[in-house]
C-alpha cells in the first residue's frame, strides 16, 4: 500500500501545483487506483476504486470525492479540517492562487491546534 501513497503524493508533484483542491485530489487518488490495479492490492483496489469513474472536470463529481475523501478520513478531524478548505477546482491565477493558500495555511493551523488538544 505504501506503493500507492507513493503515486498519490508524485501524482501531486508531477502536477506542480502549489496549492491543492479537491480536483487535483481527484487526480492523485486515481494515481493510487492505477497503482492498486497494477500490483493487485485487494485493499487498495477497495479503497481507491471509487475515484476511478470520476470526471475531474465535472463539478458534481468533485462534490462526490469531497465526500469520499472526508469519509477516507473521518478518524482524524485535523486532516478533514484541511480538506474542507480545499476549493474544488484548482485555482487559476495569483490572486485565486493566494486565496487558496491563505486559506490551506489557516486549516492547517487549525487542524494543528486540533491534534493538540486530543
Known amino acids: 500500500m505504501l506503493d ?4 498519490h ?3 501531486h508533484v508531477q502536477q506542480g501545483y502549489l496549492v491543492d483542491s479537491v480536483q487535483q485530489e481527484l487526480i492523485a487518488y ?8 497494477a500490483l493487485d492490492y485487494t485493499v487498495g483496489k477497495q479503497l481507491y476504486d471509487r475515484f476511478l469513474a470520476l470526471n475531474p472536470a465535472n463539478s458534481k463529481d468533485l ?3 469531497l ?3 472526508l ?9 478533514q479540517t484541511i480538506y474542507k478548505s480545499l476549493p ?11 486565496i487558496a493558500a491563505i486559506r490551506q495555511l ?8 486540533q491534534a493538540l488538544r486530543k
Not at 477516507?72 to 486532516?79: D, E, F, Q, R, V
Not at 486549516?107 to 491546534?113: H, K, V
Request: hydrophobic residues 50%.
Open 4 to 7: 500507492c501513497i507513493l503515486a
Open 9 to 11: 503524493e508524485f501524482s
Open 30 to 37: 486515481q494515481a493510487a487506483a492505477k497503482i492498486a490495479h
Open 63 to 65: 462534490d462526490t470525492v
Open 67 to 69: 465526500a469520499l475523501i
Open 71 to 79: 469519509d477516507l478520513a473521518s478518524g482524524s478531524l485535523p486532516t
Open 88 to 98: 474544488k477546482t484548482q485555482p487559476q491565477g495569483a490572486a485565486d492562487t493566494a
Open 106 to 113: 489557516s486549516a492547517a493551523g487549525i487542524a494543528g491546534i
